[in-house]
């Protein structure tokens, strides 16, 4: 077995790529996710026709798929293994919660390293008494969160994407005028569902929320959290 028979095999058939994605560890939505990402397209379909020799080298190069199926077609399986296999769905949801995790972390270490009072994952007070959730928020010297930010990272795609819209816009219909509202996406998981992170970047461009930043970009979120501090008093002009 190697890269060559390997792509004669799928050439063609969509069905293919996906074993070889589950032999891997790539779930459905996680392989269509990885397809968009490297050929520009989800469909496995597409991929088994135009990329077969591409996807094929690129699985061995990311995730040793040669050396896998070499060790996997000469194991026996118990029901055990059985069993955790089928338990895989909820592996591919605690991965991408660590995704937003990891986003969260820096997001937190540039409030920390501000001397930023702040707090994480919970809800603020906005107009009206309305409530909304939040994942990092600055405090004022009363506790009272007065800038907040979602911090969205996805490598899923489907409702959880579209819960993360949900949650930017009932911040940005919850502040009030003298809050702040940001939100921060990572993931590639967004490539497949660039109609939501439009959405997410109409808020600001309508002036709903005050910005929208992205793990590469977090140098220009530090630098509007210390405009945002100095105009709040929380930071030394």
Avoid: C
């Avoid at 040793?64 to 000469?74: E, M, P, S």
């Avoid at 296999?85 to 920390?112: C, F, K, M, N, Y």
């Avoid at 702040?180 to 490539?191: L, P, R, T």
């Amino acid at each position: 077995m190697d890269l060559e028979s390997l792509a004669a095999w799928i050439s063609g058939r969509g069905d293919a790529v996906r074993v070889l994605g589950l032999a891997v560890g790539l779930g459905q939505e996680r392989l269509r996710t990885w397809g968009k990402h490297h050929f520009d397209t989800p469909a496995l379909n597409r991929l088994a026709k135009e990329h077969p020799a591409e996807v094929v080298a690129l699985l061995d190069a990311e995730h040793n798929l040669v050396q896998v199926l070499t060790a996997q077609r000469g194991r026996q399986y118990a029901y055990g293994d059985v069993l955790v296999a089928r338990a895989g769905t909820r592996g591919t949801a605690a991965r991408a919660g660590a995704a937003g995790r990891s986003l969260e972390d820096q997001l937190e270490a540039i409030a920390s390293d501000l001397g930023l009072k702040y707090s994480t994952r919970g809800r603020f007070s906005g107009i009206g008494g309305r409530t909304a959730p939040y994942d990092l928020a600055i405090l004022d010297e009363h506790d009272r969160p007065v800038i907040v930010v979602a911090a969205k990272g996805f490598d899923s795609t489907g409702s959880k994407l579209g819960d993360a819209v949900r949650e930017v816009e009932d911040m940005a219909h919850t502040r009030l005028p003298t809050q702040y509202v940001y939100a921060a996406v990572d993931g590639i998981g967004w490539k497949l569902r660039q109609s939501s992170l439009r959405e997410i970047h109409a808020l600001w461009v309508d002036q709903k929320i005050d910005g929208v930043y992205f793990s590469s970009t977090l140098d220009d979120f530090r630098g509007e959290l210390v405009k945002a501090g100095k105009r709040l008093g929380l930071i030394e002009a």
